[in-house]
């Protein structure tokens, strides 16, 4: 866990480091130790057998040339009996050391001595030793035909490890026969081979296992690397995605990371709450003059249509009638629109009581109800009725609900499904939602409908859900839509709980 906390760079070093320390000391052991033990061991044996083999070849070459010149024997027979009347006697001098000669001329071998057990073995036995041996002494001895001169190898039986010396013996510019001495060699070479081939082993899978931790550190920050690329891409869109808990170097950039976009969100929502506040501030500016402009005289002209009205009641005259209700109707839209900004502008303080969410719906729905009866529109409502009391004013929560319910009944053009459901969430608040299956809104334009004056109705002031999210944030409340084209549009209202 420490290691993993530290930076990349010391991750790298310390692992390789740790996976390469034992390989290293490992090899110094065997280079320094086992290597010079080795040496000391053969040197000693080299010595001993090499002026073995050496006398053992000039007694024969002796005892050869003596026979050679007083008889007519061959030279493998002469060879073979000198080689007898020197090395049986040798080979008892010399425990533990096989005394041998091969015969070119022949393709013979002859033994004497033992490097293992000290006795004689059974004829049917014999055969198969002489075979043995000589295939194990075979690379020697062909070494030593071909190179003519002496040679000292390391030899394996089927049980153990020898050390053999060789030394030719000439008849004339040929090579007659090859003579050796051979011993085992003490079992701590033996021990210290297999010792070497395991640490070769243990080497190379330490190397591999520094290989294969390198990779998986590697492989490890290349990920985690990959995983902060897809988050900065996906931050293009927003910033509401964050990078998870990470550790060492990669972890601090993260954790950075995290910081600059919970910044750059916060400075979003300032900004955007800064300029709808300009906006408002604005448009607060201008409602006290457009309501002093547009109220004073719509209220002339409606006084004005309704003294006409009562001269065409006395003085009738054909079509005016017609005229005068779509002057009126002019004139009930005109004082509605000044009514909305009046109560846009307006910031005064509500008086507020422990209302109930269930009853506030409940009498929109009384209200509207015709409305939607008319509408064609199949109202389903569901209501949680162990919801907690909440403080509020009563009728403008009136308006926030039935604003929303109204543009709802609107989006479903007279048939659809409304669905209206109050409910309480884990976090203690009370909610509404209100649901219908209408056209719902483009994407592009859900920031865009709080807005002041944004509508996509011809006959709509563009002011109902800005002034419903207006009166919500005055109750400490929040609203929320979700929207798919063609499916219809969910909004969703809370209330902070008493």
């Known amino acids: 866990m420490r290691l993993a906390r530290q930076g990349f760079r010391y991750q790298m070093i310390a692992v390789v480091g740790v996976l390469l320390f034992i390989p290293v000391i490992v090899l110094l052991y065997d280079i320094f130790f086992l290597e010079k033990s080795e040496d000391i061991l053969l040197t000693s044996s080299e010595k001993k057998l090499s002026g073995i083999a050496d006398s053992l ?46 015969i070119v001329e022949d393709d013979k071998i002859l033994i004497q001595g033992f490097i293992h057990e000290y006795k004689e073995r059974p004829p049917e036995e014999t055969a198969e030793r002489e075979k043995r041996i000589r295939s194990e ?15 000292t190898r390391v030899g394996k039986t089927w049980d153990d490890n020898f050390l053999e010396c060789l030394v030719p013996i000439r008849a004339g510019n040929n090579i007659a026969a090859v003579v050796w001495a051979e011993e085992r060699i003490h079992p701590a070479f033996a021990q210290s081979q ?81 300029k709808r506040s300009e906006g408002l501030a604005t448009l607060g500016r201008l409602v006290a003059d457009i309501a002093h402009e547009i109220r004073n005289p719509i209220c002339v002209i409606q006084a004005t249509t309704e003294l006409i009205a009562e001269e065409m009641k006395k003085n009738s005259v054909p079509g005016m009638e017609d005229h005068i209700n779509i002057i009126n109707d002019q004139l009930k839209r005109h004082d509605k629109l000044t009514s909305d900004l009046l109560d846009f502008s307006r910031s005064e303080s509500y008086r507020v009581e422990n209302l109930s969410l269930n009853d506030i719906i409940k009498e929109v729905i009384q209200y509207i109800g015709p409305l939607i009866q008319k509408s064609g529109i199949e109202l389903d409502l569901s209501e949680d009725s162990s919801i907690k009391a909440f403080q509020g004013h009563r009728e403008k929560l009136h308006q926030v609900f039935i604003n929303i319910i109204m543009n709802s009944i609107q989006a479903m053009s007279g048939e659809g499904k409304l669905y209206i459901k109050t409910y309480q969430p884990d976090d203690g608040s009370i909610c509404a939602s209100i649901q219908d299956t209408g056209k719902g809104i483009e994407k592009e334009d859900l920031p865009l409908i709080f807005q002041p004056f944004y509508t996509e109705r011809e006959d709509g002031t563009g002011l109902g859900l800005a002034i419903s999210q207006e009166i919500i944030k005055i109750h400490r409340g929040s609203i929320a839509i979700d929207s798919q084209t063609g499916k219809g549009t969910t909004i969703t209202v809370c209330f902070p709980v008493c």
């Open 194 to 274: 297999r010792i070497r081939k395991v640490v070769m082993y243990v080497i190379a899978f330490l190397f591999i296992a520094a290989i294969a931790g390198t990779l998986l550190a590697v492989s490890g920050v290349a990920g985690r690397v990959d995983q902060i690329k897809k988050v900065l891409q996906e931050m293009e869109n927003g910033f509401s995605q964050t990078l998870p808990s990470m550790p060492g170097d990669l972890g601090q950039i993260a954790g950075a990371i995290n910081n600059m976009a919970r910044s750059l969100e916060e400075k979003k929502q300032l900004e955007e709450r800064l």
């Open 137 to 151: 002494a075979a690379a020697g001895i062909n070494a030593v035909v071909s190179g003519e001169a002496p040679i």
């Open 57 to 102: 070849a000039a007694q024969v070459r002796e005892k050869a040339a003596q026979a050679g010149g007083s008889s007519a024997e061959n030279t493998s027979l002469i060879m073979e009996r000198s080689f007898l009347e020197v090395a049986v006697p040798m080979s008892k001098s010399y425990n533990g050391v096989r005394l041998c000669m091969y």
